[in-house]
C-alpha cells in the first residue's frame, strides 16, 4: 500500500518561505504522477502544483506561478515545494497526491493516494 507523509508545515509571516515535502513509501507506475493540493475550511479542495518524479512535467496553479518550485530528491523518493513570498491567502491544509498515469493532473478525483496533510499558516 502507498503512503505519503507531507511535512514542512506552520506558522510563517507574509512575504516568507516554507518547503513542503511529500515522502513516498515507492516509486512506481501507481506514483508516477505527484502533486499538491490545498484545503481551506469551507472551501473547495484546490489544486497547487504538479510534478513526474523525472521533473520532465510540471505544472503550477495560477495563483501559485512564479512563487512556488518542486524539486526532487529521488533517493529519499521524497518531492519537496519550495513555497516563497507567502500570501495570507495562501493558508489551508496543504496535501500530497499520488497517482497513476491515467487521469487529469489537475482534478483531485484523478488521484488515489493522499497523505493527511500538513498545515501551512501565513500570518499577515
Known amino acids: 500500500q502507498v503512503q505519503l507523509v507531507e511535512s514542512g508545515g506552520g506558522l510563517v509571516q507574509a512575504g516568507g518561505s516554507l518547503r513542503l515535502s511529500c515522502a513516498a513509501s515507492?516509486?512506481?507506475?501507481?506514483?508516477?504522477?505527484m502533486a499538491w493540493f490545498r484545503q481551506a475550511p469551507g472551501k473547495e479542495r484546490e489544486f497547487v502544483a504538479f510534478t513526474t518524479w523525472t521533473g520532465g512535467t510540471t505544472s503550477y496553479a495560477d495563483s501559485v506561478k512564479g512563487r512556488f518550485t518542486f524539486s526532487i530528491d529521488n533517493a529519499k523518493n521524497t518531492v519537496y515545494l519550495q513555497m516563497n513570498s507567502l500570501k495570507p491567502e495562501d493558508t489551508a491544509a496543504y496535501l500530497c497526491?499520488?497517482?497513476?498515469?491515467?487521469?487529469?493532473?489537475?482534478?483531485?478525483?484523478?488521484?488515489?493516494?493522499w497523505g493527511q496533510g500538513t498545515q501551512v499558516t501565513v500570518s499577515s
Open positions: 497526491a499520488a497517482k497513476a498515469y491515467s487521469g487529469a493532473y489537475y482534478l483531485n478525483s484523478s488521484y488515489t493516494y
Open positions: 515507492e516509486r512506481t507506475f501507481r506514483t508516477a504522477h
